[in-house]
């Protein structure tokens, strides 16, 4: 009996390691060739502000006395850039969070469990492609994004983890650290040939991590006075960084401005599900390359945030947190990450039709690779009879969009061209996600009759003994009453 044991719960070990292996596997492909705009980027540099934690709602609205929390972002969405939604995935937690905005995908769930300081894959990121990446914050974070460099050009400053207490009375200090540190940076290069040196070539990024907010939201909830606080705070710092950086540069024209958030957060100060506080995450961009406030009568969306946040009148464009990526590598002329399942938001960019389409192709056949890559894969690891192919994206089919967007190219003909390459981006998106769950259904089946054969055998295992059992009390019994009557006179 007890080898039945042993062997039932291996049985059980088994199938429960499975589930793991067939629901959470990374999505990344290696061997694909680096993609970027053939075309002089617009921005020689770009600032990247990822406010931890914080909600699209709480940055848009106004207080009760009709006042923004966010007056110098309010001011950039009327006047200077761009602005809407950008929507995050399950799980809503930092380190995915970042991993879209800057690598452009959607890290799978075991990575969370994997590991928080260390990379439980390899991946390639935007700032991997910089000729020079500076960045400030948590250790957390920015040493996920400087793993394997060598110290050549990518660059971090950060805080000592201690110093994130969620029962610390100001956790505002965490971004005046950043803040203060980037000041200093600036004011410091000036008087560093090296250093200027470097800050006045182009493909640079400045990262500034601010975890203030989401740690007053985890301590305090994001309805408290120290969470609006310390949204206050951070745009008041916004502003003057962005004089810093323009000074610096002697408004030359040419600083990209991202402002965003890795996730919201609930009510009651969690995040990780997928509620829409949750997901909804501001996206603001100005600057070099980005387009001008866009005024219109009306906009169809499902919400009513526009009329809440009295932003009816201003263009609001939504997008996917993974479009970030591939937006700031248009913008400063770097490679789109490898792995980069996001699509430029063209209608943000302020260039020439020929760059937003020439982006857009470079985009397709960027995520294209990715798709021949994994079909070759799964095709190398499935009996040829058996495998089956995606066929909404033959290669003729392949070939001919391609031919015909490049020819809509030379034609001038921009839109169209713009139009069929997200076509494309289409298909092969889903095509990686048909590769991706390609044995999912024949695994969990398998999984699934496994388990019923055992719950079976085990089944039929129980009720022979107990058969045998009754059988043996029975035959007992007749013995015993027969003697009884044997001795009766």
Not at 176 to 201: I, M, P, Y
Request: proline share 4%.
């Amino acid at each position: 009996m007890l080898l039945y044991v042993a062997l039932g719960l291996l049985v059980h070990l088994v199938f429960f390691a499975s589930i793991f292996d067939i629901y959470f596997t990374s999505p990344l492909v290696h061997g694909m060739t680096p993609r970027f705009t053939p075309l002089p980027p617009p921005a020689k540099r770009l600032m990247l502000f990822v406010a931890d934690g914080l909600r699209a709602d709480k940055l848009y609205e106004l207080d009760e006395d009709g006042n923004s929390r966010a007056p110098f972002l309010r001011n950039v969405i009327m006047n200077e850039g761009s602005w809407g939604i950008s929507h995050t995935h399950v799980p809503t937690e930092s380190r995915p969070g970042h991993v879209a905005i800057i690598a452009g995908f959607y890290e799978d769930v075991s990575a969370v469990a994997k590991g928080w300081k260390e990379n439980p894959v390899e991946f390639d990121s935007l700032l991997n492609e910089t000729r020079y990446t500076w960045s400030w914050g948590s250790p957390d974070i920015l040493a996920m994004f400087a793993k394997g460099d060598s110290g050549n050009h990518i660059f971090t400053d950060s805080y000592d983890a201690s110093s994130e207490d969620f029962g610390a009375h100001d956790v505002t200090k965490l971004d005046t650290w950043v803040f203060d540190h980037v000041k200093e940076f600036f004011h410091a290069a000036r008087n560093n040939q090296s250093l200027l040196s470097k800050l006045n070539g182009d493909r640079i990024v400045f990262f500034l991590h601010l975890l203030g907010i989401d740690t007053n939201g985890h301590a305090h909830r994001p309805t408290s006075r120290e969470y609006s606080d310390n949204i206050k705070l951070v745009d008041k710092e916004l502003k003057e960084i962005e004089a810093t950086v323009k000074d610096f540069y002697g408004n030359d024209g040419k600083t990209a401005f991202v402002f965003t958030a890795d996730h919201g957060m609930t009510d009651w100060g969690s995040h990780g599900a997928g509620h829409p506080l949750e997901t909804c995450t501001p996206f603001i961009a100005w600057g070099a390359g980005i387009r001008l406030p866009q005024k219109v009568s009306a906009q169809n969306f499902d919400d009513s945030y526009l009329q809440e946040w009295k932003l009816e009148n201003w263009k609001r464009q939504d997008i996917n947190q993974a479009d970030v990526a591939p937006l700031m590598a248009a913008l400063i002329g770097v490679p789109f990450p490898l792995n980069s399942v996001g699509i430029i938001p063209v209608d943000m960019l302020n260039t020439s039709d020929l760059f937003k389409a020439e982006s857009m192709f470079t985009n397709a056949v960027q995520i294209l690779e990715q798709f021949k890559v994994k079909m070759t894969q799964k095709k190398e690891a499935t009996l040829s009879f058996l495998f089956t192919p995606f066929k909404s994206l033959s290669d003729t089919k392949q070939a001919n969009i391609l031919r015909k967007a490049r020819y809509y190219i030379k034609q001038k003909k921009y839109d169209e061209a713009v139009s069929l390459c997200r076509e494309l981006i289409d298909l092969a998106l889903r095509g990686l996600a048909y590769y991706h769950t390609y044995d999912r259904l024949f695994l969990a089946s398998n999984v699934v009759l496994g388990f019923v054969g055992w719950i079976s055998y085990a089944s039929l295992l129980i009720i022979k003994s107990h058969c045998n059992l009754t059988r043996g009390v029975s035959t007992e019994a007749k013995v015993c009453s027969e003697k009884i009557q044997t001795m009766l006179p």
